[in-house]
C-alpha cells in the first residue's frame, strides 16, 4: 500500500499547491503484520439414503479425517516453534493459543510435530545407502566425517572393518567412530536453549532444568532425565538387546520424534540384532 501525502500550501507565500510541479519525494516505509485472523473450512459429509433403502455417504476429504485437525501452515508455525524455536510443548501451545486464538493441547503439538519428522526423514533403508557413500567418500577425504544424529553410522562402520576381518585402508573412518563411540543425547553432550533449557541435545527438545535457577554440571549428572539416557539398560525394543548398543545407542532424538518415547528403539535402523534373532528363534 501507498499513501501520498501532499502539502497543501506553499510554505513561503502560502498559495495552493494543486496542478504544481512535483520536484522530489522522499519515502518513509513502515512494516508491520496485519491481523491475524484464522480461516476455518468446514467439511460437511452428508449421508443420503437411496429409494432402494441403501445409504451411501460423501468421501472424506485428505487432510480432513477427524473432526478437528490443523491445516499446513498452522502445522508449519507449530513446527517452527517447538523445533525450531525449541520451546517446550506446553510453551508452543500457549503462543498458538495467544497468537491466533486458538487452544491447541500439548498432545497436539506432539502429535504434529511426530507426523513431520516421520514424513520428511529417509527411510531405514535410505540411511544405510547415504552411509556406504559416507564411508567411501572417507576413504580419499582429508577431513573426518562424521553424522550429528545418526549414531547408527558408527554401527554401519564396525560392521565394515569387522567384514575387513579388522584391516582396513579407511583408518579415517574407524577412527572417527571409535572417537565418537557412545556419545549420544544426553551422554557426553548437553545443550542449553537461548531461554537456558537444559536439553540433552538441540535434537530432543525435553528439558531437565533451566540454567536460571539450576546447576548445568548438577542437571547433567544427576538429573532423572540425563541419567536415564546414560543407563543403556533402559534402552527399548532392539537397541536394548544390540551389541552395537555401547558405540551406537540409537538416536534418542530420533525415538522421541516418531514414538514419543526417547528411550524406545531407533525406527530408522535396519540391523537386526543377532540376540533379536535368537529370542525369535
Known amino acids: 500500500m501507498v499513501i501520498r501525502h501532499e502539502p497543501s500550501c506553499c510554505r513561503g507565500c502560502g498559495a495552493g499547491l494543486t496542478g504544481a510541479v512535483e520536484v522530489g519525494c522522499s519515502v518513509r516505509q513502515v512494516f508491520d503484520i496485519p491481523p491475524v485472523k484464522v480461516h476455518v473450512t468446514e467439511h460437511q459429509v452428508i449421508t443420503r439414503r437411496c429409494r432402494c433403502g441403501k445409504t451411501t455417504t460423501g468421501a472424506t476429504p485428505a487432510g480432513a479425517k477427524a473432526p478437528v485437525q490443523y491445516g499446513p501452515v498452522m502445522c508449519a508455525v507449530v ?5 525450531g524455536q525449541f520451546l517446550s510443548k506446553k510453551r508452543t501451545a500457549q503462543a498458538i493459543s495467544e497468537l491466533f486464538a486458538i487452544p491447541i493441547s500439548d498432545g497436539t503439538v506432539a502429535a504434529v510435530t511426530g507426523r513431520a519428522a516421520a514424513e520428511e526423514d529417509l527411510t531405514a ?32 562402520v564396525a560392521q565394515r572393518v569387522k567384514a575387513e576381518h579388522g584391516v582396513t585402508q579407511n583408518e579415517n573412518a574407524k577412527g572417527v567412530a571409535w572417537r565418537t563411540a557412545g556419545v549420544s543425547d544426553g551422554k557426553g553432550f548437553v545443550f542449553v536453549s537461548h531461554t537456558g533449557e537444559i536439553f540433552p541435545s538441540g535434537f530432543l527438545p525435553v528439558s531437565g532444568g533451566n540454567v536460571l535457577q539450576d546447576s548445568l554440571t548438577g542437571v547433567y549428572r544427576n538429573s532423572d532425565l540425563f541419567r536415564s539416557l546414560r543407563d543403556t539398560t533402559q534402552r527399548g525394543g532392539k537397541c ?13 532424538s530420533r525415538a522421541y520424534a516418531s514414538t514419543g518415547d526417547f528411550l524406545a528403539e531407533d525406527p530408522r535402523c535396519v540391523y537386526q540384532p ?3 534373532d535368537a529370542l525369535v528363534g
Not at 79 to 83: F, G, S, T, V, W
Not at 125 to 153: I, N, R
Open 240 to 252: 536394548g538387546i544390540c551389541e552395537y548398543l555401547k558405540i551406537c545407542g540409537g538416536s534418542r
Open 274 to 276: 543377532h540376540l533379536a
Open 125 to 156: 533403508a535410505e540411511y544405510e545407502q547415504v552411509f556406504e557413500f559416507m564411508y567411501d567418500l572417507s576413504k580419499t577425504a582429508p577431513f573426518g566425517v562424521k553424522t550429528t544424529e545418526a549414531m547408527h553410522y558408527r554401527r554401519y
Open 79 to 83: 513446527i517452527y516453534l517447538y523445533m
